[in-house]
């Protein structure tokens, strides 16, 4: 089978801006005088910011609108981003191979448009070839929709296409979509799952990489 494209997630996989959410999340907490832990923290990497919205106000006292909530995120996280964007090794050496060999990418990510072109804007023009934020999407990861969606603007086959993921929400998103998936686990741990291809690191990965694996599979 021949690599149609590739979908690759943000938050965790492309950049390491979990750690901008975790203490975005503290801080909202602590402002309404609830706990939290790293624990919770860690079971929100992944998921639909309104997902996570409505965990907050469940387990951390967050006495606002899960709307609100998401924007509260939002606005710090992006903050952040734009004073430093941790890149994660290997990310941007991925992107530019996948992008002289001419294979399509798009960018799938719960994170919201603004999030995304802070990030978008720091690399050259045309590095995707479409870009799938969590506030496009009705049903966000675990959900198949997000990636079923950057499938059909590409016009490609989502089971001819390799999914990057760095957590166990978005790889069962792209796997419920037909998706080969290549897991980079990073700040949350990843359960083996048959077809399910670990790296250590984006730096194992380039265009001629993905093309044999999905040849392989």
């Not at 294979?103 to 603004?114: E, H, K, N, R």
Request: hydrophobic share 45%; glycine share 6%.
């Amino acid at each position: 089978m021949e690599l149609a494209a590739v979908l690759i997630d943000m938050d965790g996989t492309l950049v390491d801006t979990e750690p901008y959410w975790m203490a975005a999340e503290f801080a909202l907490v602590d402002e309404f005088g609830g706990s939290w832990s790293d624990e919770h923290a860690h079971a929100l990497v992944g998921n639909a910011l309104l997902t996570s919205a409505h965990y907050l106000r469940e387990h951390g006292g967050v006495d606002l609108e899960p709307e609100l909530i998401v924007e509260r995120l939002l606005t710090s996280v992006v903050a952040a981003a734009r004073e430093e964007l941790p890149w994660r090794p290997g990310a941007r050496e991925l992107l530019a191979s996948l992008r002289a060999a001419d294979v399509p990418v798009a960018l799938v990510t719960m994170s919201y448009d603004v999030l995304a072109q802070t990030m978008i804007d720091g690399l050259p023009a045309g590095t995707f070839d479409a870009v799938i934020t969590g506030d496009q999407v009705v049903d966000g990861k675990p959900h198949p929709e997000a990636y079923l969606t950057a499938a059909a603007r590409l016009g490609v086959d989502p089971t001819h296409c390799v999914a990057i993921e760095d957590s166990p929400t978005g790889l069962a998103s792209a796997e419920a979509a037909g998706c080969v998936v290549v897991a980079v686990p990073h700040r949350v741990t990843v359960a083996p799952a048959p077809r399910r291809r670990f790296v250590d690191s984006l730096t194992a990965l380039n265009a001629e990489t993905l093309r044999n694996w999905m040849r392989q599979s």
